[in-house]
Structures are given as C-alpha cells and as structure tokens.
C-alpha cells in the first residue's frame, strides 16, 4: 500500500475510534477527556460549543511552535486534527444511539476507542495534534512513553476543570483517561524483532 494512502486510513481509522469514543461514551454521561479533547468538551458542557472547533481553535498555539520548531510534526499531525475534529462534530448526530451502558464503564469504553484512536494515530507517526502533539514533542526530548506524558498532560487538565463539575464527573474523567492513557501506551509500544 502507499505510504500516503496508509496514512489517510490510518487517519481516517483513528478520526473514527475517536469520535466514537466521544459521542457514544464520554459525552452521554457528561465525562471529561484530557487534553484538548479535554478542553472541547468542558466548552461543550459549559457553553454548549462545538467539541471539534474548541479542539482545533485551543490547538492554534502549539501548532505555532510546531510550525517553527518541529516542522515534521506540524505536517504529520494537521490532517489528523482537521479530520478528527470535523468527526467529532459529524458524528455528534450519533449521541442519541449511544449504548445505556453503567457511566463507569461507559468511562472504560470511551477511554479505549479514544486511546485506540491516539495510539493508532501516534504510532503510525500522525497525531490530532494538541496536547498529543506536545506530548509526541515532550516525549522525544524526554524520552519517556508518548502515553505517560498524554496521561500526565490529561491529569493536569481533569485536576484543574474538575472544580467546575461534580465529584462524580470527576472520578468518571479519572477512570477515562486512565483508559486512554493504558490504551495508547500500549498501542504505542513498538516491540524489537530480532
């Protein structure tokens, strides 16, 4: 397959898990993400804004810095941030179908096809940009598993907007982005063949 169709599917693939996670999962039982997803949907609950414009309108600074400092990754992760985002606000018709699931699993489920979504991304060197973009950034200077920084970037957002919800959102958002986190880590691992 061409290098260039792969990625389109992988992107296309990914964009799917993602807004699936979202719309059938985190969003019915009102359950943050980290990151800018994260953010979009604070905006979303809050306001009543479109999750996938909040993400690429929060997503302007660090693709400024992308631009100038990590080129590679500013190109390698715009398509994923315009087609994840625009799936997202497509697939947002999908809500009213989602699964009436117990909201604590519905928090494992949404973390899984997000973080599917991420790690598929990631790993074929694409990302929705964001925090997954910084994090790939922090990551490479670092180091450190690209899922542990998106985890502890994620940490950070739920820690500072959990005021702004109930304790049980909070600990919902918690058990999400350990989902998310665990799912793109391993995901991401690349295994050596000898």
Do not use: E
């Not at 953010?39 to 302007?60: D, F, R």
């Not at 979504?117 to 074929?124: A, C, F, H, Y």
């Not at 598993?145 to 918690?174: M, R």
Request: proline letters at 3%.
């Amino acid at each position: 397959m061409k290098p260039l169709l792969k990625k389109a599917l992988i992107i296309m693939m990914g964009s799917t898990l993602i807004s699936l996670g979202i719309n059938f999962f985190l969003i019915p039982d009102h359950v943050l993400d980290g990151g800018m997803i994260g953010v979009g949907l604070i905006a979303n609950y809050v306001w009543g804004a479109k999750v996938g414009l909040t993400i690429i309108l929060c997503s302007i600074p660090i693709f400024f810095v992308a631009w100038f400092r990590y080129r590679l990754y500013f190109y390698n992760s715009l398509h994923g941030l315009l087609i994840s985002s625009f799936f997202i606000d497509v697939f947002h018709v999908l809500r009213p179908y989602h699964l009436p699931l117990d909201p604590a699993m519905s928090s494992v489920a949404g973390g899984m096809f997000v973080g599917g979504g991420i790690g598929l991304m990631l790993r074929n060197d694409t990302s929705t940009g964001g925090t997954d973009l910084l994090a790939q950034m922090i990551a490479d200077l670092s180091k450190l598993n690209v899922g542990f920084v998106i985890f502890l970037i994620d940490a950070l957002i739920i820690a500072v907007s959990g005021y702004l919800f109930s304790t049980q959102t909070l600990l919902l958002s918690t058990i999400a982005i350990l989902s998310v986190a665990l799912v793109t880590m391993v995901t991401t691992s690349r295994t050596s063949t000898s």
